[in-house]
């Protein structure tokens, strides 16, 4: 009775294996037996490759893509409820373009996009009901602006500087660097400064270098470009001016200054 039980059960699950991939059987052993682990691929040099999935008694809680031992393709997180948590880009081992994440509901808890080349990531915040609640903008030193909104979208809280503080340039590795106080640098041709650009309103820039208004900058992404502001050896009196004012009534809202004296040798 017991062999004659044995060789059905044995065609079944040879069935299985056949019909369905090794992943797929894992993840449906995992769901079925509550397990709490990840299901992933390794190529031959025992590194993930392919999708991978991690459970929590049973439940999905994150599926990724990976090639090579590095994540590349989507990423994505779960709530218990199956609803998505979070949902990313990868390439490289590292995130492209803009992060989303999620209340339980299904609404936008908050975006956050990265730029890799100068490590600034603006944020924006969500209340539950869809609105604006937080503008945050950072640079490679951490964050330079904050601001709150009200139910009304008004400005309840403005923290911070419209323009970081933080001037760099690209050396001829491409590294980035920082600018300093009455420093000496040798390789220092453009530079670049990371500025805000809340919802709702506008920013003006004003660059003066030695004395002369600099006309001739690119505003993009966050990011002042002023090519070739450092064209010869010498002594650099830099001054940024920034304001904000609200787009509709034109009122500014806010202006700072920054003001640096660097050396190029």
Same mark, same amino acid.
């Given at each position: 009775?017991?062999?004659?039980?044995?060789?059905?059960?044995?065609?079944?699950?040879?069935?299985?294996?056949?019909?369905?991939?090794?992943?797929?059987?894992?993840?449906?052993?995992?769901?079925?037996?509550?397990?709490?682990?990840?299901?992933?691929?390794? $190529?031959?040099?025992?590194?993930?490759?392919?999708?991978?999935?991690?459970? *929590?008694?049973?439940?999905?809680?994150?599926?990724?893509?990976?090639?090579?031992?590095?994540?590349?393709?989507?990423?994505?997180?779960?709530?218990?409820?199956?609803?998505? &948590?979070?949902?990313?880009?990868?390439?490289?081992?590292?995130?492209?373009?803009?992060? =989303?994440?999620?209340?339980?509901?299904?609404?936008? =808890?908050?975006? @956050?996009?990265?730029?890799? &080349?100068?490590?600034?990531?603006?944020?924006?915040?969500?209340?539950?009901?869809?609105?604006?609640?937080? =503008?945050?903008?950072?640079?490679?030193?951490?964050? /330079? /602006?904050?601001?709150?909104?009200?139910?009304?979208?008004?400005?309840?809280?403005?923290?911070?500087?419209?323009?970081?503080? $933080?001037? =760099? /340039?690209?050396?001829?590795?491409?590294?980035?660097?920082?600018?300093?106080?009455?420093?000496?640098?040798?390789?220092?041709?453009?530079?670049?400064?990371?500025?805000?650009?809340?919802?709702? *309103?506008?920013?003006?820039?004003?660059?003066?270098?030695?004395? $002369?208004?600099?006309?001739?900058?690119?505003?993009?992404?966050?990011?002042?470009?002023?090519?070739?502001?450092?064209?010869? &050896?010498?002594?650099? @009196?830099?001054?940024?001016?920034? @304001?904000?004012?609200?787009?509709?009534?034109? &009122?500014?809202?806010?202006?700072?200054?920054?003001?640096?004296?660097?050396?190029?040798?």
């Amino acid at each position: 009775m017991k062999k004659t039980l044995i060789y059905p059960i044995l065609v079944l699950v040879l069935t299985i294996l056949i019909y369905f991939n090794i992943t797929t059987v894992k993840r449906l052993w995992f769901s079925v037996f509550k397990k709490t682990g990840i299901i992933a691929d390794f $190529n031959a040099q025992d590194k993930i490759n392919g999708d991978a999935f991690a459970y *929590s008694d049973g439940i999905l809680t994150a599926k990724s893509e990976w090639k090579n031992g590095q994540q590349d393709g989507e990423s994505v997180e779960y709530y218990p409820t199956g609803q998505i &948590k979070a949902r990313s880009i990868y390439k490289n081992d590292k995130v492209i373009g803009t992060q =989303y994440h999620y209340y339980e509901n299904g609404g936008i =808890y908050y975006t @956050s996009t990265v730029r890799e &080349k100068d490590k600034s990531e603006v944020i924006y915040n969500y209340s539950k009901a869809g609105r604006l609640a937080i =503008y945050d903008i950072s640079d490679v030193a951490g964050t /330079f /602006f904050h601001i709150e909104y009200g139910n009304n979208g008004n400005i309840n809280r403005l923290i911070g500087s419209v323009v970081s503080p $933080n001037m =760099y /340039f690209f050396d001829n590795r491409d590294t980035l660097i920082v600018l300093k106080e009455k420093q000496h640098y040798i390789d220092i041709k453009d530079l670049f400064l990371t500025y805000a650009s809340p919802p709702q *309103s506008q920013t003006q820039i004003n660059l003066i270098v030695n004395n $002369n208004l600099i006309k001739d900058f690119s505003m993009s992404d966050n990011t002042i470009r002023a090519e070739n502001a450092f064209k010869q &050896k010498g002594t650099y @009196s830099i001054r940024v001016i920034g @304001s904000l004012s609200d787009s509709t009534t034109k &009122k500014i809202m806010k202006i700072d200054t920054l003001d640096m004296v660097v050396f190029k040798d």
